[in-house]
């Protein structure tokens, strides 16, 4: 990091992407141990009053860590690209790839700190470093507000994290997480959890703490977008698994809990992600919709733990634990993709665009795989993780109780709901921007990126490809994961049924077997008509001649029913003069709209302005006299002297 502002300006990128390659392998040697059954354990004596600094590579940690280091190289070599656009701005680029080195580094001593103390630390500085990589365009608005409210909320969240690791401090008398099993082991364990829950799940973006996600995301470059949604929210996640294998009792109600909350998470984020026009704000609330799919198979771990049923605790963790990874995957190329559109065309609005898929058919080809991975289609990840998931809802509605039927098939119909409407969303934003003719004009002719942006996304599909064909390999990584921290899981009368082994494996199959057949097909047509002539005309207008691109069907037209249906949730902002009955010949008109959050516009925006209001009686404290703020010195140490002579103090 101290290197990099003094090296030539041109290598500080290839510096910055050398040094995170060398960080990721330094790491990845012992989390790719700990996977095999080997962990890595150090601990730090420092003093007294610090005590035992211990830190722990173990399978939890090494799977989280690995995605970090995945999806910190694609985007490094992507941002080496996309960040050539401010080369003017020499300082802020060094200062840049400084954080993100600090950035990638704190997450994973995240994932390694075993002490409340050092977690602490690391957690901060990799919140303060990610705000600082939010403010890159710091000379915008919109941009500051977003990175104030980022650190705001992060800080939040550390309140109710520093809250817990003190309570148990003082239960227990250590910061080591060890004590936190132990609290567990002698204590209720829903209101601690609850602290610990709050305070990651801010981090993670369940509903309704989910607010600096959709501000957040739009304001960053676009390879820290994506390496903030394919990671950071996931350290919540991480935070939220580590408390869980620490759980000894109360699983049914806290399961019941986080399953509720999480079908809530998913289809708010949806819904939202459905109406939004900004590109990556639409992604951002996807984001949130993501979180709720792995909060629903942590919830349904927890209920399997409760009820005993090893079965639905496998289906449920190893289903959330996966999707962590696939959301990662292609949550970060859907970024990248919208990166370099906005690097071409230089807005994120969907209703300026259109037609890019012929200027750039290859980042076109990235985001509509990127769609249907996220929609949950096979040859994709997004299927296997998802697939887990409704198998594991299914076996809960057969096996876990009359008295969570009804919570189970909720969770059913809102995971099929919520994978509904992304087809939707991604149908409407592919077909907004790529398909069709430009709607607006552009301030310069849109082209494909350059190489180096597009080589990780090869990589990315690539990876969700393997997902996608050799699913069983990574049930059984994950699965060997949750056997490892889980007693009902570590008994040798337990065993996956075989019934369920050949399901997956078929997902590969069928998968290999899709592929061959479109390859087969695509090269059977090249072949039967590569060398006819081929003519390009007009696209046919339905008898009208002269077609306007204001004609065509639009993002907002298309989400329009959905968004009246949904108006409770829906917030949308509209500013038109309505055409009267005795207008026979109406004036031109302007329209516009935009949707607000539900929870900033009726609960965080009202609770503002109630304390803004309560806070304005005491003004008269701030008056500007000097002689009053002299006299406020005096009655303190007053108050002080009395209560130290008095022994209240």
């Not at 990128?13 to 960080?23: D, K, P, Q, T, Y």
């Not at 003082?170 to 132990?182: C, K, Q, R, W």
């Not at 069983?472 to 699965?479: I, K, P, Q």
């Not at 993002?555 to 309505?578: A, C, D, Q, R, V």
Request: proline share 4%.
């Amino acid at each position: 990091m101290i290197t990099i502002p003094f090296v030539p300006h041109p290598f500080r990128a290839r510096l910055s992407f050398f040094i995170v390659c060398l960080e990721a392998a330094v790491t990845t040697v012992p989390a790719v141990k700990a996977l095999g059954g080997q962990d890595t354990h150090l601990v730090l004596s420092v003093n007294q009053l610090a005590g035992n600094w211990s830190f722990h590579v173990d399978r939890l940690s090494a799977w989280f860590m690995l995605i970090i280091n995945l999806t910190c190289i694609n985007g490094a070599l992507y941002g080496t690209g996309y960040m050539k656009q401010y080369e003017a701005q020499r300082a802020n680029l060094s200062l840049h790839w400084v954080l993100f080195l600090l950035f990638q580094g704190s997450m994973l001593w995240v994932c390694m700190a075993q002490n409340g103390l050092v977690f602490l630390i690391v957690w901060e500085l990799m919140s303060i470093s990610s705000f600082l990589l939010v403010l890159f365009d710091h000379q915008q608005k919109s941009t500051l507000q977003a990175g104030i409210n980022y650190l705001v909320q992060m800080h939040m969240g550390v309140l109710f994290l520093a809250a817990a690791f003190i309570w148990v401090y003082f239960s227990e008398g250590s910061l080591e997480f060890s004590a936190i099993e132990h609290f567990f082991s002698s204590h209720s364990n829903f209101w601690l959890f609850f602290l610990f829950f709050t305070g990651f799940g801010i981090k993670a973006g369940f509903v309704p703490l989910h607010s600096w996600l959709p501000q957040a995301h739009p304001a960053a470059p676009s390879h820290i977008s994506g390496v903030m949604s394919g990671v950071i929210v996931k350290l919540g996640i991480y935070g939220i698994f580590r408390m869980v294998f620490f759980l000894k009792q109360d699983y049914i109600l806290i399961g019941e809990i986080v399953v509720i909350l999480s079908v809530l998470t998913g289809i708010y984020g949806i819904l939202n992600a459905s109406v939004h026009r900004d590109i990556k704000k639409m992604l951002a609330y996807c984001t949130i919709e993501n979180i709720g799919i792995i909060g629903i198979g942590i919830g349904l771990g927890l209920l399997g733990l409760g009820s005993g049923n090893g079965l639905l605790v496998v289906l449920g963790f190893t289903g959330a634990l996966l999707h962590t990874l696939n959301h990662s995957l292609f949550k970060s190329l859907l970024f990248f993709t919208a990166g370099s559109v906005y690097l071409q065309t230089h807005t994120r609005d969907m209703e300026k665009l259109g037609g890019l898929i012929h200027r750039m058919p290859v980042s076109a080809v990235f985001f509509l795989v990127g769609a249907m991975a996220i929609g949950g289609l096979p040859p994709f990840n997004g299927f296997v993780s998802e697939f887990l998931l409704y198998s594991g809802i299914l076996l809960g509605i057969k096996s876990i109780g009359i008295a969570n039927n009804t919570l189970m098939i909720s969770a059913l119909a809102g995971l099929a709901f919520i994978g509904g409407v992304s087809m939707l969303t991604f149908t409407k934003s592919f077909g907004t921007v790529f398909l069709g003719n430009p709607r607006s004009p552009l301030p310069r002719e849109p082209r494909e990126v350059s190489p180096v942006m597009r080589l990780p996304q090869y990589f990315i599909i690539l990876i969700m490809l393997s997902v996608g064909l050799f699913p069983l390999f990574y049930f059984s990584v994950t699965g060997s994961i949750v056997s490892a921290y889980l007693p009902v899981m570590a008994g040798e009368d337990f065993r996956i049924p075989a019934a369920l082994g050949n399901s997956i494996s078929a997902i590969g199959r069928f998968s290999l077997l899709f592929l061959a057949l479109l390859a087969l097909i695509y090269f059977t047509r090249k072949k039967l008509t590569g060398r006819r002539p081929v003519s390009t005309g007009p696209t046919w207008g339905c008898g009208y001649t002269a077609p306007s691109a204001n004609m065509q069907y639009t993002g907002k037209s298309f989400s329009k029913s959905l968004g009246k249906l949904m108006n409770f949730m829906l917030l949308e902002k509209k500013k038109y003069k309505e055409i009267r009955t005795n207008e026979i010949f109406p004036p031109e008109r302007k329209y516009s709209s935009h949707y607000n959050d539900f929870f900033v516009t009726r609960v965080l925006d009202g609770l503002v302005d109630r304390l803004l209001y309560s806070m304005n009686y005491f003004q008269f404290i701030q008056n500007g006299k000097i002689q009053m703020y002299i006299l406020y010195g005096i009655f303190f140490i007053v108050l002080v002297f009395l209560g130290t002579a008095l022994k209240l103090i």
